[in-house]
């Protein structure tokens, strides 16, 4: 079997040198498996983007999250090898993928895909800190994930969005995600 060989990031990487927990990099970002040493990091992301779990991560102890985190890590992403990603900043002079991975900077916000409604359709999340709304970090985000989710076997996608949420709207239209509410 030929070994395939691609560029993320700028960065020439053969198909088995891919890092375990890596989505993408681009051009601007390294979108990842949160590791469990973030728990706290995503627990933060996820209050001050508004994302859910069963509960507001604002609602769940430090402990509670923890726990939370320990089972998305081992459930979500250890199974299904999809799910809730960070986004975090690329440090602009690293000369490896490995090297971005490591000095990934800030996190941003977070992207994903989970099973959707329906049999090999992918539901998009995302959520961008609103300090970096408005800089088509979403975009290129959401880019990477929908070509991870079609890697992992969807072949559509959809996106829950709250009706008066219009750039998320809009964002979903541009990136040909059927919007659901």
């Not at 198909?15 to 706290?40: Q, Y």
Request: net charge negative; with cysteine; hydrophobic share 35%.
């Amino acid at each position: 079997m030929e070994e395939r060989t691609f560029t993320a990031g700028g960065f020439a990487v053969k198909e088995t040198d891919w890092p375990a927990g890596l989505t993408d990099i681009t051009d601007r970002l390294v979108i990842r498996e949160f590791t469990l040493d973030e728990a706290e990091l995503c627990r933060d992301i996820y209050a001050r983007c508004g994302c859910m779990t069963d509960k507001a991560p604002a609602e769940l102890s430090p402990e509670e999250f923890l726990e939370f985190h320990r089972s998305y890590i081992k459930y979500q992403y250890g199974f299904y090898g999809y799910g809730n990603f960070g986004v975090f900043l690329k440090a602009p002079d690293c000369r490896s993928i490995e090297e971005c991975i490591r000095r990934s900077g800030t996190c941003i916000g977070v992207v994903g895909i989970i099973n959707g409604s329906a049999s090999q359709t992918g539901e998009l999340s995302y959520a961008i800190l609103p300090e970096y709304q408005r800089q088509g970090y979403a975009y290129e985000a959401c880019v990477a994930a929908l070509e991870y989710g079609r890697e992992c076997g969807f072949e559509r996608f959809e996106a829950r969005i709250e009706p008066s949420n219009l750039a998320s709207i809009e964002l979903a239209k541009k990136l040909g995600v059927t919007v659901i509410s």
